[in-house]
């Protein structure tokens, strides 16, 4: 029971993931194929609890608008500018940050933190459609010639498209939460053991750039988050439509991000995604026990 309750908890598994990875050194070969291959679990066993029939375009349709722009407007026009401050591989990273569109995670935390899920789920499903074309568009802009566009339409399909249509087999199976959760995290241990564990050497060798990366990301996601939440307080926006919102406007889909940066480039160029990954759990933390104690 004490395993399994492991293997339940998101914060542990991720942690043990960068953890286990930054001390042995991830898998001794195929970083890139054992990447590829648990961001794909991963993904179609979270799409798995979408259910496509709560979702109401014409009632939600303005809300995953804001929803894009704050992900796709503030959070990616933040990161960019993150992304100037840095040079090389890790200024390609920030700028995959930026592209990526927000984590799936964000339906389920609607709900533990009680907002309005069916929003998020509409919203979700919308910024994912736009990552699509705003990925490579992004990615084009600011990389240039450097990124392979067909390589990165491909890792498109295989990690958004083909989890996508996969979910709905899955869905169909009827997984109970519990095993869903241990098979998520479990996915995402596996991804973030091999990510963290093929930049072993920039954890260790580099503190102070890991420290710089760190102070970048506590005000890419923190400093978004309530900044949104502050702005909305203010206009006395209700508790529960806060919620995705602040979400939408912190949350990037950062096992997306590395993959990405280890099937197109190089894993030096995966070390934002993986430290920012530590701190968006944080902020889930940080959140769950904030909103459990506002009253509006």
């Known amino acids: ?25 991830g898998f001794p070969a ?9 961001l794909a679990l991963l993904m179609t066993v979270s799409l798995s609890t979408v259910k496509l029939g709560e979702v109401r375009a014409v009632s939600h349709g303005r809300d995953a608008l804001n929803m894009l722009l704050l992900n796709y407007g503030l959070l990616t026009g933040v990161i960019l500018l993150i ?17 990526a569109p927000s984590a799936i995670s964000i339906v ?6 009680k907002g309005e899920t069916s929003k998020a789920l509409f919203s979700t499903s ?13 990615c084009i ?22 989890p996508m249509i996969a979910s709905r087999g899955v869905r169909k199976a009827k997984p109970s939460d519990s095993s869903r959760s241990i098979a998520m995290n479990l996915a995402f241990f596996v991804l973030i053991f091999a990510v963290a564990g093929s930049n072993r050497s920039a954890f260790v060798d580099e503190p102070l750039m890991v420290l710089v990366i760190s102070v970048c990301c506590i005000g890419r996601t923190f400093g978004t988050g309530l900044l949104t939440e502050f702005s909305l307080r203010t206009r006395k926006v209700p508790r529960g439509e806060r ?13 997306l991000t590395a993959t990405l940066a280890i099937a197109l480039f190089e894993p030096l160029v995966a070390v934002p995604a993986t430290i920012c990954i530590v701190f968006e759990v944080m902020w889930v933390i940080f959140l769950l026990r904030y909103y459990e104690r506002a009253s509006v």
């Open 141 to 162: 802009v600011m990389i240039g010639s450097s990124v392979s566009v067909w390589a990165l339409l491909t890792s498109l399909l295989l990690l958004i498209v083909l």
């Open 83 to 99: 992304a100037l401050a840095f040079t090389d591989e890790l200024r390609l990273g920030w700028i995959l940050m930026a592209a």
């Open 1 to 25: 029971m004490r395993f399994r309750s492991v293997l339940e908890n998101y914060r542990v598994m991720i942690l043990l993931g960068l953890g286990l990875g930054v001390l042995v050194g």
């Open 30 to 38: 195929y970083t890139k194929e054992i990447s590829m291959i648990s």
């Open 108 to 113: 389920p935390f609607t709900g533990i933190m």
């Open 243 to 255: 919620v995705h919102k602040v979400l939408f406007s912190s949350y990037k889909n950062l096992g």
């Open 126 to 138: 919308v910024n994912y459609i736009a990552a699509l074309v705003l990925m490579p568009v992004i």
